[in-house]
């Protein structure tokens, strides 16, 4: 059983930015391929970005390279994704989540809300 708890959403102008952090609890964090996902009003959940569990490869939605970076720390079983140049288009609620390399069994935080608005 893995917990995520996601923090570091708000309200921000566009062109600002948030750095978005997933606390893991209750597994091995390092076995897990670690996600983010946004799902904006009236429409399905997105993968936007994803991370190894070694933190060494890593991939973009298209549309966010160049201004999303995932990141992880081992050590403090957290993930961490850091969104600058903010557009209204990135209004969602953002969810972590975590797929065990070799099950494939994956759990879900509960998300964090961002909001680009002037």
């Known amino acids: 059983q893995v917990q995520l708890v996601e923090s570091g959403g708000g309200l921000v102008q566009p062109g600002g930015s948030l750095r978005l952090s997933c606390a893991a609890s209750?597994?091995?964090?390092?076995?897990?391929?670690m996600r983010w996902y946004r799902q904006a009003p009236g429409k399905e959940r997105e993968l936007v970005a994803s991370?190894?569990?070694?933190?060494?490869?890593?991939d973009y939605k298209d549309s966010v390279k160049g201004r999303f970076t995932i990141s992880r720390d081992n050590a403090k079983n957290t993930v961490y994704l850091q969104i600058n140049s903010l557009n209204p288009e990135d209004t969602a609620v953002y969810y972590c989540?975590?797929?065990?390399?070799?099950?494939?069994?994956?759990?879900w935080g509960q998300g964090t809300q961002v909001t680009v608005s002037s």
């Open positions: 991370i190894g569990t070694g933190g060494g490869v890593t």
């Open positions: 209750g597994s091995t964090f390092g076995s897990y391929a």
């Open positions: 989540n975590a797929l065990h390399y070799y099950t494939y069994v994956n759990y």
